[in-house]
């Protein structure tokens, strides 16, 4: 048999035996990988609400909006505020930054966290504690970026467009 | 070459950063604390140590040799990345604070020059148990290397030492004694090429200074 094709099929061999091997590690890590980021997410959202206050429910989002989470005031369907999670691509090609933002029902920020990211050390990871300046989610007129940190200023400018796009229409009923 | 000289020339004599100085670019970025330094050696032990064992177990296998040597490098690759991946899928999971704060450079892990270098200098013509040892030494002495870095450079720019979470070593009084603030550009991107060529320049002249001592004494 040609021997560069057996070497092809011995590649192709290690790389299923890989492939399978990553499997059973990601059986194990996945749970406690999803747990981690639901804990920091809900961290973020207790700093933004006190959460006794309302009736928290989970919608699931579109394109780069993750899961909608709905605060309604208590016993009604009345929506007070709704915490987007967002993602744009930074500088990292294998994660992309993942924003918490909370809008209430007039359109205004209440808050917003970056919880995950995998932006360079230094200057691209100190961007995420920056003040970006943003008080009304349709308007980013003011929007803050750090110049010299374009890739990552550009990922959150996104996140903030994206769920600008769509929060009066949610408030509106479109949820 | 026995054992013992296998083992520490990782540490001294070959020693991947500050002889060889391979694998500078995330050694240099991920200093700005003794913790990341940790966690990088961790995860630089793992994929070192194992991808030797794992190139050292096909290239000697006189089946599978001549079959692998055409491709030996995507071999190499693939091994390596695997590993790596392990790495950070385990981090992600039970070490979230440090994996966040090693960023991109665990993924990098995987074209680091000092794992393919051992791998294809070393692993693919050395029997199994040499190379584990290869891979043990030179993963300790690259730990130690990025560790005395670090070890500077934090003290230096935020006055502190952090060991693990919040085991940190609070040594700003000595900047208090001085009158001084700590110095901040030690943990920017400057004050790693400072400090790197600065341990350099102290180890290269404690060497220079050895070696005349023993020609002298000769």
């Known amino acids: 048999m040609n021997k560069g094709l057996v070497s092809g099929l011995v590649l192709l061999i290690l790389g299923l035996i890989c492939g399978l091997l990553l499997a059973v590690v990601n ?78 029902n007039d359109l205004s920020v209440e808050g917003y966290k970056v919880v995950a990211h995998k932006e360079s050390s230094g200057f691209g990871a100190d961007i995420v504690e920056n003040d970006f300046k943003v008080t009304m989610i349709t ?26 796009l769509r929060a009066a229409v949610d408030f509106g009923g479109g949820l | ?30 200093t700005t604390s003794l913790e990341n330094a940790i966690g990088m050696t961790m995860g630089v032990f793992f994929v070192l140590v194992l991808s030797n064992l794992i190139i050292s177990l096909i290239m000697s296998n006189k089946f599978l040799s001549p079959l692998v040597k055409p491709v030996r490098i995507p071999v190499y690759i693939v091994v390596i990345a695997t590993l790596v991946t392990i790495v950070e899928m385990v ?34 013509e050395n029997k199994p148990i040499d190379s584990l040892i290869d891979g043990i030494g030179m993963a ?18 935020k006055g502190t030492i952090t060991i693990w979470q919040s085991l940190q070593i609070d040594l700003v009084f000595i900047f208090d004694f001085l009158k001084i603030e700590p110095i901040a550009m030690f943990v920017q991107p400057v004050g790693a090429f400072l400090s790197f060529g600065l341990i350099l320049a102290i180890i290269t002249a404690i060497v220079n200074n050895v070696s005349q001592t023993n020609k002298k004494g000769a």
């Open chain 2, 91 to 124: 981090m992600n999971a039970f070490l979230i604070d440090l994996y966040l704060s090693l960023g991109v450079f665990i993924p990098l892990i995987v074209v680091n020059c000092i794992i393919l270098g051992r791998a294809e200098a070393f692993a693919s």
């Open chain 1, 27 to 104: 059986h194990f890590t996945a749970p406690k990988i999803l747990e981690e980021e639901n804990k920091i997410k809900f961290a973020a959202l207790a700093e933004f609400y006190n959460l006794d206050n309302y009736d928290l429910s989970e919608v699931e989002g579109s394109g780069a909006i993750g899961v909608i989470y709905v605060l309604k005031e208590k016993g009604t369907d009345n929506i007070l505020s709704l915490v987007y999670t967002v993602s744009a691509t930074g500088y990292s090609d294998s994660q992309d930054v993942v924003m918490l933002i909370a809008v209430n």
């Open chain 2, 1 to 30: 070459m026995d054992q013992k000289a296998n083992f520490l020339k990782g540490l001294f004599k070959e020693n991947p950063l500050f002889v060889a100085l391979l694998g500078l670019c995330p050694s240099l970025a991920v």
């Open chain 2, 140 to 157: 300790i002495g690259y730990g130690l290397a990025i560790m005395i870095i670090s070890i500077f450079r934090e003290f230096l720019g």
């Open chain 1, 139 to 164: 308007d980013l007129s003011e929007f803050d970026s750090v110049s010299d940190v374009t890739v990552t200023s550009n990922a959150i400018y996104e996140c903030f467009n994206q769920v600008g």
